[in-house]
C-alpha cells in the first residue's frame, strides 16, 4: 500500500472519519473500528475530498489572438461555395489552467503565452492557409488541430484552443 502524507487545511471541514482515516495515513498506525470496506471506501473518499481541496485554487486563464487569411476547402463537392478562395479574420482563443502560483499570484504569465502564440499566429496572418504544410485542407477543424500541435508542448496547463472563422461559426478542441 502507497503511504500518502496529507496535510490538514483549515480552510476545508473535515469529518471525524476523514480526520481518523487522515492520521492513520499519516502514522500508518491501527484502523481501530473501522472495517476493511469501511477502510478502502473511506481513504477514497478522503483522497478525492483532498485531491479536490489541493485543486482548489485552479483558474482558467485566455489569451486571444486574430489573423487574417485566405484559404479553399479542397474536399468539398463542387459548387459549394468554401471551394472557391475566400477568406476571414480568425479570432484564436488560447485557454490554460493550473493552480495559481503562491509566489507570482497567476497560473502563467500572459506573455509567456504571446511568446509562444504570436510567432505561430504571426506564420499564418496573410497567407493562403493551404500552403502552409499540414493544413493543405485547412477546416476550421484541421487550422485548431494544427495551432494545438504548435502550441501543446510549449505552454504547460494547456486547456483548448476556441478558433472562430466567423462571429457565428468556430470550433473548440482539447488536444489529441
Known sequence: MTLLIF?????TEI???????????RRGGDWGHFSRTTDDALLQVSIT???????????????????DAAHFLPKVPEGHKCRAM??????????VSGPVMEDAGWVIDFSEIKTVCKPVVDR???TLLNEIPGLENPTAENVARWLWRQ?????????????????TSGVTYEGD
Open 7 to 11: 496535510e490538514y487545511d483549515p480552510l
Open 15 to 25: 469529518t471525524r472519519n476523514q480526520v481518523a482515516i487522515r492520521n492513520k495515513i
Open 49 to 67: 475530498m483532498y485531491l479536490s481541496m489541493v485543486n482548489i485554487y485552479k483558474m482558467n486563464i485566455y489569451k486571444q489572438f486574430t489573423f
Open 86 to 95: 475566400h477568406g476571414h479574420t480568425y479570432h484564436i482563443t488560447v485557454f
Open 124 to 126: 499564418l496572418d496573410h
Open 151 to 167: 502550441f501543446k508542448e510549449k505552454i504547460p496547463g494547456l486547456q483548448k484552443i476556441e478558433l472562430k472563422e466567423t462571429p
